[in-house]
């Protein structure tokens, strides 16, 4: 089966045979020579074609026209049609044919050069496609668009000194403000640098990424665990307090961390006396450490147990699921066992569903991603603000 490819270089030929007959030449062949008709370059090049030898006719095409500026653009037009169409080696053989050319001008070598490097990225060469970048980023009409590519580059690749220095530079380039990206970069640092427990460099890292506005609530939460992971429990309890006495979108992570940390020093006690506190200020937030603790099982707290059998019992849709008349009337322990069966039951169903959206593309995960894999765009997840349980509770009947 003859592909668009053969097509698209069968028009082109036609094209070419068309402006043969009327010019009588092509490319850069000689002034003096008569017009042919059907010229013999035009019926070898076709004949590729119909033998269904796409990469012959390529060739036999770029031979036959020779990179000039009346046949540049065509050649670009050409080189960009393939990359989209996915066909990456055509792509690059005919921006290599472009830079090959000897007399090209610095607008169009620049302009190849960010071609051919688009192809490289496309079929997953980095090493090269960020050499190119690279160049063009070091003075050029591509400039912006070569940074923000080695921007992508180094993200892909875990550089992140490097990606910090990129941004940098493209935020003076561009005027745009990076600062949200850039401190990413530094808590990927900071993460990078409390793996391998070297928490002094992992703390620095984490103050140049709080250093910017608007600040990344990341910052706060990767701090917190530095702290837990370098046995500073003390500031660890008041930085995920204060994330979630802030209310922010990052309670589901916070909470329970720490819980974890209040079990490990055996202090439950008081983090009882401070949930009670923090609900008595506020307490719209009963519903969302209810459903922080339903999605991560966490019970045996009274001051959590208590929002999870509120939050339950006020669903309509688990109502219908769980014969609450008859849970009333359990003996107290009767009904926090059944309550903890129904919240283990429930956060399994919950763990096995996406529980984070971006808010930019509606790209969605199980767990918190900082960097949306769809979109690229930084700290753009948010958690649903609930679980669906009654499509959960549909889908495991
Ligand atoms: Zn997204």
Redesign the pocket.
Known sequence: MPTESTFLLAGLFLLLAAAGWALGRFGERDLEEQPQPLNIDYLKGLNFLLNEQTDQALEHFLKMVRVDDRTIETHFALGSLFRRRGEIDRAIRIHQNIIARPDLGTEQRDQALFSLAKDYLRAGLLDRAEKLFGRLAEGSRYQVEALEQLCRIYEQEHEWQKAIDAGQKLEMLSGKSLALTIAHYYCELAEQSAEQKDFVAARAYIKKAQSGRPRTHRGALARAAIARDSDDSKTALRLYRRIIDENNYLMTEALPRLVEIYRSTNAVDKLESELRSLFQKQPEMRSDVAYTAIVNNIGGIAAIDECVEEFMLNDPTLGEFIDLQHLLEETPEDREKALARVRAALSKLAAATPRYQ?K????SSQRLLWQ?P????WE??RPSSRVKFDSLLQRSL
């Open positions: 971006c930019e593309c509606g790209f949306c769809s979109c690229k765009d753009t997840q």
